[in-house]
């Protein structure tokens, strides 16, 4: 069921109509829809079944505050990459104790603020971290919980830009390492090992490459617990799929069925980083058609949304579907590029389209609710998007949209 649905042919999210919110509100507009977090993160939940786990959500997919809150209240995890991210997950009512840290270049104020904060877990991408969490763990008398990231050198068959899990990659520590990094690690004073973790990529459609990963961890575990050190906690890292166009990635029930078959009677604690697969296809973005520019070779469609509030079309050539809010009868279907205002060539949301529209006119950009408001910019100088959340019949600011002003704030001219 998706709650994003046409009634009396306007596009709505739960029971508010779009166009009425880009009236009210404005576009480019971010609307995101509660019923479809909640379920998505609670799918899950529920494929986690008996077993000991934690979801947490990867920060990085939508950091609204809004967003944030309503995971936290159903009890969600969160992974973070940042001393940002923590500051937002505990602004945001999350706990600490839920959080997991990742990342390949944690600064030592941030492994600090973590251990101050009380955090679940670091996930450590190299030698050189593990060494530095020890030494700010120890002069602050206090002990890092640890996991260690491993790249077990796997294709994960998808963008090069968000494969993370090949030896080239600059993410976690070779699987050829991975004991002897444990070995060191229960030799330093400030670290305790907890977990094995890893990450192999974003956006995976099928679960070949998850199943090839979790085989060689459980592995090192078995190797590991050889060598007289037990893990508590294996970490699967996020990465499931969702449909854009017309991708069949697994459910979170298929691929928890297969990790419950490979972990079988192991006391293990699962953990799961999802963020796309909650995210995306819980939002959209709300842009209105400026102008049409009809041409021998090319029809554009110029919309008010570009590049800087939605990149993934210009960074990845990906692909997101775009529909208009409410049928047009009067106007002709044409092919369209639907591009922005930004003066680049690589600012388009989606091409060829099929559309038939007119100027002022409110489109859809569907499954903009992962990496869509989090990677925009102030670039052309644009301000920032508003965020909706939708609740039922509600619909609540989450994020104002940026004034002109503050584009400027905290900048300063030369002294005359
Ligand atoms: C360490 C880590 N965990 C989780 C995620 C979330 O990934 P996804 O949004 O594909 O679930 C990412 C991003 O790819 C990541 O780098
Ligand atoms: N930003 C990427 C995903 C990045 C994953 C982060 N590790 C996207 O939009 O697809």
């Known amino acids: 069921m998706d709650y994003f649905n046409y009634q009396d042919g306007t596009l709505c999210a739960e029971q508010v109509s779009l166009a009425s919110l880009a009236k009210e509100h404005g576009t480019p507009l971010y609307v995101y829809s509660r019923a479809t977090i909640e379920r998505h993160w609670q799918a899950f939940n529920v494929a986690a079944g008996e077993r000991e786990h934690l979801i ?38 999350g706990d600490p104790s839920k959080v997991v840290f990742s990342g390949v270049g944690k600064t030592a104020d941030e492994i600090a603020q973590a251990l101050d904060a009380g955090i679940f ?27 260690l990231r491993i790249n077990p050198d796997i294709d994960a068959k998808t963008h090069p830009y968000i494969s993370t899990g090949l030896k080239e990659n600059k993410f976690g520590i070779a699987y050829e390492q991975a004991l002897s990094v444990y070995q ?22 099928e679960l070949a490459p998850f199943i090839e990963a979790v085989d060689k961890l459980l592995l090192l575990i078995d190797q590991l617990a050889d060598v007289g050190i037990s893990i508590a906690h294996l970490d699967v890292g996020g990465g499931l799929g969702v449909t854009y166009h017309d991708e069949v990635p697994p459910a979170p029930s298929e691929y928890a069925k ?52 939605l990149i993934r079309p210009a960074l990845y050539g990906a692909w997101q579907n775009i529909v208009p809010v ?46 869509g408001f989090v990677m925009s910019s102030n670039y052309n100088s644009r301000p920032r998007a ?31």
Request: glycine share 10%; with cysteine.
């Open 258 to 309: 297969v990790l419950h078959e490979r972990l079988g009677s192991r006391n293990i604690t699962l953990l799961f980083e999802p963020g796309r697969a909650i995210m995306a296809n819980a939002g959209v973005l709300l842009t209105k058609v400026e102008y049409l520019k009809l041409g021998q070779d090319k029809n554009f469609a110029l919309v008010d949304a570009a590049m800087n509030d």
């Open 184 to 205: 060191t690690a229960a030799s330093l004073p400030g670290i305790e090992i907890h977990g094995v973790d890893c990450h192999i990529g974003s956006q995976l459609t």
């Open 326 to 371: 409410q049928q047009n009868q009067q106007a002709p279907e044409r092919e369209y590029d639907v591009v922005g205002p930004v003066c680049e060539t690589g600012d388009f949301l989606g091409k060829s389209r099929k559309l038939a529209i007119q100027a002022h006119d409110i489109l859809a950009v569907r499954s903009a609710g992962a990496y």
């Open 56 to 93: 947490c959500y990867a920060v990085k997919a939508n950091s609204n505050l809004g967003v944030l809150n309503l995971l936290a209240r159903l009890g969600s995890g969160f992974d973070i990459v940042s001393g940002g991210e923590l500051a937002r997950v505990i602004e945001a009512g």
């Open 121 to 147: 877990c670091f996930n450590v991408e190299s030698q050189s971290e593990l060494e530095r969490i020890s030494e700010v763990a120890t002069a602050r008398g206090q002990i890092a919980p640890i996991s």
């Open 386 to 416: 508003a965020e909706i959340l939708v609740d039922g019949e509600q619909a609540y600011v989450v994020r104002e949209r940026e004034t002109r002003p503050s584009l400027w704030l905290g900048e300063h001219l030369l002294p005359s």
